[in-house]
């Protein structure tokens, strides 16, 4: 089982660019979950998906969008990257909507 | 979610045992209590968690004091690979919005 997994690893965008960050998981996992951290700082939810065909937003939203592919898959999309995006992004996977959530390694994005 | 308080860093000796306390004084009492590490530039790892009996795991022990105001992580023989921030989260179990709630944690560095 490769757990959850995420694609880039790194990725460094101009101001305006968008870009796709993927997620998937192999746990047979009902829920999923984009977070973000920034320097120094705590995870922040930016959205999740509780069950496959339903995405909600978290705590920091906005500039983001998500898909909930199929069960296996969350994909978050930056329209118009801005510097304040600028962070290491963790997705994470759990059976159903409980605390015990796996993450995947992190893409860390640059926005110049 | 009741908040959590945790001492900002601490240090431990190779070999020896990691005591790693959380006050946890609102907590509710059909609220759990996690625990998580992030390695540095990982995702987060889940530990342990528990209610309000002590339980113990491979990885560590966890000790919830009767009143389940604060709680104690166990690391009974810590290893430099163990340096990490160890974050305690309160939470109910299978609640609407499974998101966890990242504060800054403990910085735990285990020395030789």
């Known amino acids: 089982n490769a757990g959850v997994t995420q694609t880039p690893k790194f990725q460094v965008l101009k101001t305006g660019q968008s870009m796709t960050l993927q997620c998937a998981q192999d746990?047979?996992?009902?829920?999923m979950y984009w977070y973000r951290q920034d320097p120094g700082m705590g995870l922040r939810l930016i959205y999740y998906?509780?069950?496959?065909?339903?995405?909600d937003k978290g705590e920091v939203p906005n500039g983001y969008n998500v898909s909930r592919l199929n069960k296996r898959e969350f994909s978050l999309r930056l329209e118009s990257a801005a510097p304040s995006q600028t962070s290491v992004y963790f997705c994470?996977?759990?059976?159903?909507?409980?605390?015990?959530?796996?993450f995947g390694p992190g893409t860390r994005l640059t926005v110049l | 979610d009741a908040k959590t308080t945790q001492p900002t860093s601490m240090d431990c000796a190779e070999g020896r045992a990691a005591n790693l306390p959380c006050n946890h004084s609102?907590?509710?009492?059909?609220?759990?209590v996690y625990w998580y590490r992030q390695i540095h530039s990982q995702g987060p790892q889940y530990i342990i968690h528990?209610?309000?009996n002590n339980e113990t795991n491979e990885m560590a022990s966890l000790i919830i004091t009767e009143d389940r105001k604060s709680s104690t992580l166990i690391l009974p023989h810590a290893t430099l690979r163990d340096t990490a921030v160890y974050y305690c989260?309160?939470?109910?179990?299978?609640?609407?919005?499974?998101?966890?709630?990242f504060g800054k944690g403990t910085k735990l560095s285990v020395k030789p």
């Open positions: 994470a996977s759990s059976e159903d909507q409980l605390v015990v959530q796996f």
């Open positions: 746990m047979n996992h009902n829920s």
């Open positions: 998906s509780a069950s496959e065909g339903t995405t």
């Open positions: 609102t907590i509710s009492g059909n609220e759990y």
């Open positions: 528990g209610l309000k």
């Open positions: 989260i309160v939470k109910y179990y299978g609640g609407s919005q499974g998101n966890l709630i």
